[in-house]
Each structure stands twice: as structure tokens, then as C-alpha cells.
């Protein structure tokens, strides 16, 4: 969750601002996608007898990874001049 208090120290601005951090859940929920993915790669030979269900799902988890993988790469930022910071925390 966007901490209240999460400071860190801009190099832009040159102290020490209140800072947006990006949802830490997207993080497990890459790792997530990954598992599906796998289990979906395990399941491939069931999935030509299943046109309605699973080829559809398959596709939606693959279609799933582009904005799942932009938000989880989403790095803290400056809440002043909006400069990414490499501090997740
Ligand atoms: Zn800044």
C-alpha cells in the first residue's frame, strides 16, 4: 500500500521528500503469473480438447503479462518533480 510517511532522498530536488511507492503486491503477482503460466505449459496437451475454456484463459493470462510486468517494474517516486528513485522502500 502508498505508505503516508515514506520519505527518501531526491537527487533532483536535493533533500529529503515524501515519496510514491508503487503497490508491493505486483511484485508476488508477477511471480504469480509465472506459476500460472507454468501450470497452463503443464496443461497444454489437455487444452486442444478445451476450445471454450481453457484456450480462452490461456490467452488472457498471456495477454495479462504487459501490464502486469510494467506495474510491477514501477519504481518509487519523487512526489515533488516525479524522478523515479531505485529505492523500493
Ligand atoms: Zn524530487
Do not use: N, Q
Not at 510517511?5 to 508491493?24: F, K, L, Q, T
Not at 471454450?52 to 510491477?72: Q, Y
Request: with cysteine; aromatic share 14%.
Amino acid at each position: 500500500m502508498r505508505g503516508a510517511e515514506a520519505r527518501a532522498h531526491c537527487p533532483r530536488c536535493d533533500e529529503e521528500v515524501s515519496i510514491d511507492r508503487p503497490w508491493g503486491g505486483w511484485i508476488w503477482a508477477r511471480r504469480l503469473w509465472f506459476v500460472v503460466l507454468g501450470v497452463f505449459l503443464m496443461l497444454f496437451p489437455f487444452m486442444s480438447a478445451d476450445y471454450v475454456c481453457m484456450i480462452p484463459t490461456f490467452m488472457l493470462v498471456v495477454f495479462a503479462s504487459g501490464p502486469l510486468f510494467h506495474l510491477a517494474g514501477l519504481k518509487a517516486t519523487c512526489r515533488r518533480c516525479r524522478l523515479e528513485l531505485d529505492a523500493r522502500t
